[in-house]
């Protein structure tokens, strides 16, 4: 018999729309300040599971993964900041965040961005005229990409948008929206910057 709904690996499947079972989130919003390293990575590995459906995950969640830095104590210092940034990441899932499942026969968009902490990007599909999110993806600079210049960041969030979503635009014809005008350089082959043109 077909169902409506389905429940599937911590998500809830219906009529291509794919969201966090309740349940799950529920377990999310009982999180407390944790006191050590080892709390720390737990609750990371439990929000994580969800990081597709929230937009800058890793800006969001930069306080709570730099106390698990190496060299820094096992007892932890729960901040304001770390405090801020579970209660946002609660707050995001609560208010029922929905993810399309994208027809892979329709056009597909990436829009991409970075500052000068993280790259991010957003998978996008239209339906009905507007625009929905099918899946979102973000991580922190490493310190040697932070001393890039603007265009390198800008240019590699479009790599790592693209190594994000391969699985749904390898191969395919995509839009890529990014809005630092001097990326066009790059289309007409006039950088001459080589990590630029790699």
């Not at 300040?33 to 609750?43: E, G, N």
């Not at 994208?102 to 500052?115: E, G, K, M, Y």
């Not at 932070?146 to 693209?162: G, H, M, P, T």
């Not at 395919?172 to 809005?179: A, G």
């Amino acid at each position: 018999m077909g169902h409506s709904l389905i429940e599937f690996l911590g998500h809830s499947v219906s009529n291509g729309t794919l969201a966090p079972i309740a349940s799950h989130v529920s377990k999310v919003l009982q999180l407390k300040a944790p006191s050590t390293k080892k709390q720390v990575r737990s609750l990371m590995g439990l929000i994580s599971y969800y990081r597709a459906f929230i937009p800058k995950f890793s800006s969001i969640t930069s306080p709570l993964t730099d106390l698990l830095r190496k060299g820094n104590p096992e007892k932890i210092i729960w901040t304001s900041e770390c405090e801020k940034s579970l209660q946002h990441i609660q707050k995001i899932l609560t208010e029922d965040p929905i993810l399309i499942i994208p027809n892979l026969n329709d056009q597909l968009i990436v829009r991409t961005d970075a500052s000068d902490y993280g790259i991010g990007a957003v998978l996008l599909q239209e339906r009905h005229g507007v625009l929905i999110p099918c899946r979102f993806a973000s991580r922190k600079l490493l310190p040697r990409e932070k001393n890039y210049s603007a265009i390198e960041r800008e240019a590699l969030s479009i790599v790592f948008a693209v190594s994000q979503f391969y699985k749904f635009i390898g191969l395919k014809h995509f839009v890529l929206q990014n809005d630092h005008k001097p990326l066009l350089f790059l289309k007409k082959g006039r950088a001459r910057n080589s990590r630029l043109m790699r």
